[in-house]
């Protein structure tokens, strides 16, 4: 199988207690990573990454240091890295579209490589928690095989997923991290916070929930600023009923990086 635990294939498995049963390692190394300090990433060497995103790089961008994303409950954040180009993948899974989310995380990956000879792929995986509905438990499931469909090989380093990120709060289940980072230069993934979630945060936001059924799968684990937020995002869907506001002549919007490190809306003839 091209997924690999400390260099050895694995079969499919019904459920990730026997993940960590037979990797009693994953365990260890999931223990110790969410123990680590929450990291609070300054806004101008970020590239946030919201819901059903996801995003690549390498060390040789000078415009970006940390791809991040938070807010996961039941959602999973997943990080892809090449050890020889340093090209590196941050994704927000939430289950949507698994199967054809994850081959496009190792292309973007891989094509970022193609002149390096050496290194392997790393995948770390985080998010979920014991949630009632068994959601977070299926996406893990789901993730993990996907992963095991690729045809390259790729070595699981951190899985603090479902069960190894629970933590109970005044007798309810919740995440015990909600996000992550990844140093694009370093390659280090490490729990982190983000102040700033843009460029255009509402807009972006207002596309993962529209059609939708619910807001959130998990609404008693969201962080407190969670409702707020989809209150902001909901607004902003009322003040723009009319895509052609947004994107005239269907032109998307594009956002470069300033010399500040703030990010600025790019005049389009």
Known sequence: MPLLIQNRGFDR??????????????????????????VDVDPKCLLYVQQREFAATTPADNCVSVIGSDDATTCHLVVLRHTGSGAVCLAHCDGSSTWSEVPLLVKAVTSLSTVCKEGRLELHLVGGFNDDSKTSHKLSLNILAAFQKQKEDIHLETCCITEMNDIVVDGRHKPVLYGIGVNVKTGEVFPASFTYKGPAEELRSARTFTGGQYLSTSPMAEPPHFVQHMKSTIQFLLEHPDSDSLFPGGQPQLYHRTERGDWERASQS
């Open 13 to 38: 498995i019904s459920s990730t207690a026997e993940l960590f049963d037979k990797n009693p390692h994953l365990q260890e190394n999931a223990r110790t990573f969410r123990s680590k300090p929450l």
